[in-house]
Nanobody
Framework: QVQLVESGGGLVQAGGSLRLSCAAS????????MGWFRQAPGKEREFVSAITWSSGLTSYADSTKGRFTISRDNARNTVYLQMDSLKPEDTALYYC????????????WGQGTQVTVSS
């Protein structure tokens, strides 16, 4: 079955950087789109960024554009989220998710990794 395992979260000061990783296994992901989402306490889960595995096409939320960069490593079946210029409002539980490129629903989710940005 599909498994998504996130890592790389932690505590960082405002202005700092972190790189999240999502190791994907269980099938070939060439026809999948991989996304990063986050959920802060008391708030709804929100979209952060996504990448189409085959084409490398990316998209970003307005709040992360210019600061975050999503990428993938085909050989390692891993998706990365490089987060720079972090702000306290980026504090959240970050989730990796996967869906078929043609689908509108992300139906595979990881357990999440916590990112905390101190001011």
């Amino acid at each position: 079955q599909v498994q998504l395992v996130e890592s790389g979260g932690g505590l960082v000061q405002a202005g700092g950087s972190l790189r999240l990783s999502c190791a994907a296994s269980g099938r070939t992901f060439s026809n999948y789109r991989m996304g990063w989402f986050r959920q802060a306490p008391g708030k709804e889960r929100e979209f952060v960024s996504a990448i189409t595995w085959s084409s490398g096409l990316t998209s970003y939320a307005d709040s992360t554009k210019g600061r975050f960069t999503i990428s993938r490593d085909n050989a390692r079946n891993t998706v990365y989220l490089q987060m720079d210029s972090l702000k306290p409002e980026d504090t959240a539980l970050y989730y990796c998710a996967a869906k078929l490129t043609a689908s509108s629903v992300y139906n595979y989710w990881g357990q999440g990794t916590q990112v905390t940005v101190s001011s």
